[in-house]
């Protein structure tokens, strides 16, 4: 793989007859955010309107080929490339882009999730004085990079759909331009995004470095050296810790709380959940399918991560008492919950890639609601105080009952779908009966006790005490935002009491291996 | 049995409460009594159902009946694995008397259409805690029930209401999210012997697959879940401020229903799971029990609220019922499942009469009480009786029990047995004085004024009575659906730890204390005092 | 890992001349690994370290008001550090940085015309019109406008 270059330039050029099925959903959304971006361009004000519309449409449309992919698939991998499925591919590409069962559940993640955002974003663009058409064309472009980041098996790849994912999110982070901590949201968020973004580079060359190849899977071949050498495990360390910035893992956290508060809160549930969810791709993809014979080096780093993340997130959450902080460590004591089975994925990849994904899945269910009806109560409350919730069980019963379903979620009691996501992650923790992973799964089974606190905390105000201005008047609630948290609402609740429809798409065969 | 194979009963304890709730959300929420009627009639027909299956139990038959197994996750070996044998057996019973009972009991003050809402979904919860035969869908059931009395305390209760919610909520929670652990380990490490991963109590139970200290590590997680929810002595605290803050039907519920949640525990998932180590570490619980007994009578005893010293009872009574199981003997873990029914209906009936109480005085300051014994006598019998019962009187049911567990105990475990004793005379002590206190003497102006017990009142708690003095006449009917469940599982625990034989009555006469026996016994002796306190009980309705 | 189970094998002998065993077998898997992370950071901070320090001790420190006067290409500067400057001059530099660096795509294109053919020209088309949405975008809104 050496010289690649001297070869594409020699060599006569192979044109590969393109798989256009696999592609079709990043053809379909990149098509699409830029036929918004021409009618916006033409109309202009008159179709202000309508643009959170087609943006959500082009988010639809786009489910469409994961789900005949889906259907269609078996299971198989399916490279962007491959000339005929039967005679591997030849191409420079080879293996860079793979679509698998693995990339379609998170792409259908993504897309759900960025419909779910759009929604939530809707009212709160449109109602303040922000640029509004933009905003939507950023998600899109973000949401691009997602969908590339769950099919990239390849450094390269995998850098440029991060920061394809990242950098409108820079920029969306600091949307509400008149405000100063939005302002800090977006700088704190890129400086540390382009640090992050430096130290994984870092990483990512020595590990390129070494195999002489970018391809993740031609990486695993060439450090598959019965031993670990100095840099290699200096390239681990760095790209570990350039996605950590990603997933926002202790110690690297430090920009999300301030970051999670400033930006507008649709976004905010955006970086908590998809953003997040694309780091954590991205992490997978690294350590299941270029470090599988690294484990030794690997997971002491990731178990000491995911164990302070999961602490640090929960002690710091107990004393906040703004609900979107609040919600912001909670998502980085979460991140330590999904990281664990990657602490343990020696032998049992595909366990520890279905349990991490099956998190990301029930998460993105639970907190993208949380935010919704965090979004809807600032509508009135024009607060995320926590004191500010008071009551509100008086004169919003339905909101309380839903905030309740996904705080119960997010602390994992059954019978909504927070519990299942724990339990399969116990389920990799002592799938192994290795120590390391039961001491684990025991650091988090006290942490899901000290979250439980802080989440009651919220259903306490909610629904016991009184509201702090006795203004008990409705809550209008706009059927967008409606929309978002019924979705969310039977989400969570599907797949707390029927975890087999998550299970049975999250069961992911040889991950590593697609090709 | 051949009615039970075409009816599934087991699910419908769970699904009935449910369409009862159901119901329940479509009444608006002004409606109080339509509200209560729906609740009630649910509750009932759930109870009714329970009822059913005493009579439809194959007394001899030790295994699980009235199973139902439907597959949930296939992957897991995950199922709807339900099924009830005689320890589980009366247990569900006594959830279905005492649900209905403490709707009608008593009243919400506010928001009636949330509470009842929230005690149906208990009610669900508790039925399928105590028949769920596998590890996992009990642990879910373990963990909803939690949600409802969480905001049934702090909805409803008094004072301190929502710190005492928050405080059980998290003890419970401490407990069982370490008994996760446990439960995915105990899986995982049996998945060889088992044939493939199941959460099958009975299938891991016969498989035995795991090493001594394994064993040990992840009993000890199952058994810091239970010992919280018994509660055993340290762990104790949040019970006292649970049970005082709670509502009256929330206490009845949390003493009569969810405290079996531990004690039961250790009988299906502890012992029966985990033989060698619950052997090995039998004498920390025997300990735990003996300190809870004499603590929690010694705490009762200087409680000023008289709702507190029921609680702290609680403590004690639970301490017997640890006793009782630890000794892992027939005639112990017996006494122990009867205790555990006996304790739901006299505790139970005390949270009903003090919470009485405290409807008609708001206080339930010891000291701001007194001669209530005039201007409620029918209710100073009722709580006579009651309290006689708790105490373990000869010839009520709670002499039954208490008996039974230390006739086991002094063949198993003697000197945590001697101490234990000194328990029932404590128990004596402290309620006997509080009763003093309460109900004796010249009542003030407010107590003297106080109304004495309605019918309605009377007629809700009447077949908690007729239980207190049936079951303390003629246990037998229950004693001998206990027994076989009980055989088989001494059995099993003979069976799998080495060199351990049930403490059995070297010197005493063979079969000393069969249903029969005890029964007889108990039949010559105290007939006088029956007639007379059933005559009383009944009076009172008039 | 064969490099530590070598070293682990070694055996210990506190009397023999094999100081290195020694010093090395106490020392985890797990530890070993991060050595070399950890000696990374202390050679990084170490070298910084070294050459501020060497610096500051070897260079002279003789002030004067010209010296800490700010470096102005050689110009005396006038007025505050701040001054506003136009924010289109920011506007157009970067829209001419991103075209510009974008056209260097087209050239390795441009290179292999022929062979590349219809697919070439047609993933140019599209590659084109994305940079031109994105000018037609800077249009539209009224970036260019000057005035």
Known sequence: MSGTFVTLVAAEIERPSIDWHAIAPELILLGGGALVTVIDLIWLERVRKLIPTLTSLVFLVALIPVITLWAD???????????????????????????????????????????????????????????DSEYYQLIAASVLGMLVMSSSRDLISIFVALELVSIPAYLMAAWRKRDLKSNEAGLKYMLMGVFASAILLYGMSLLYGIAGSTLLSDIAAAIDIGESRPVITLGIVFTIIGFGFKVSAVPFHTWAPDTYEGAPTPLTAFLAVASKAAGFVALINVVIVALPTQANVVEPFIWVLAAITMTVGNLIALRQTNLVRMLAYSGVAQAGYMLAPLAVYDGISDRATSAVVTYLVIYAAMNLGAFAVVIIAARKTRSAELSSYGGMFNYAPGLTLAMTIFLFSLAGIPPVGGWWAKFEVFRVLTEGNRTSGIALAVIAAVNSVIAAFYYLNIAKQMWFLPSPDGDNSRIAIPPALLAAVGLTVAATIVSGVLPGVVSDMTDFVNVAAGQ | MFAAAAFPILPALIITPLITVAVLMLIPANRNSELKLAALVGTTITGMMSIWMLYAFEIADDGFQFAVNRVWLEEL????????????LFLVVLTGILFPIAITATEPHHDPKQYYIWLTLLMSGSMGVFIALDLLLFFLFFEIVLVPMYFLIGGWGHGNRIHAALKFFLYTMAGSALMLVGIVSVAFLSQDATGGLTFDVVQLAEAQALSQTAQRLVFGSFALAFAVKVPLFPLHTWLPDAHTEAPTAGSVILAGVMLKLGTYGYLRFGIYLFPQAAHDLAWIFLTLGVIGIVYGAAVATMQRDLKRLVAYSSVAHLGFIALGMFVLNTQGIQGAVFQMVNHGISTGALFILVGWVYERRHTREIAALGGLQKSAPIMAGVFTLVMLSSIGLPGLNGFVGEFLILLGGFQGARWWTVIAVTGVILAALYLLWAYQRVFHGTPTEENASMPDLRLSEGLAILPLLVLIVFLGVYPKPMLERIEPAVERLVVHVEANVDGFEEPGPEQLPAEPATADDLTHTLEEAEAEAEAKEEAESLGGEG | MGVQQNVAQIPVDLGSAQPRAVAFAPVSDFLREYIVVGLFGALAFGLVAAFIGLASIFRPDRPTADKVENYESGVDPVGSGWSQSQIRYYIFALLFVMFDVEAVFIFPWAARLEDLGVFGLVEMVIFIFILALGLAYAWRKGVLRWV
Do not use: C, H, Q
């Open chain 1, 73 to 131: 698939g078996s299971g198989l991998p399916r490279g962007l490339w491959i000339i005929d499925e039967n005679v591997p591919a030849t191409g420079v590409w080879e293996g860079a882009f793979v679509v698998d069962n693995y990339s379609l559940v998170l792409k259908g993640l993504f897309l759900l999730s960025a419909y779910v955002i759009v929604l939530l974003s809707t009212n709160y663009m449109s109602e303040g004085d922000y640029y």
């Open chain 2, 77 to 88: 070996g995950l199922s709807w694995n339900l099924g009830v044998d005689g320890i589980s």
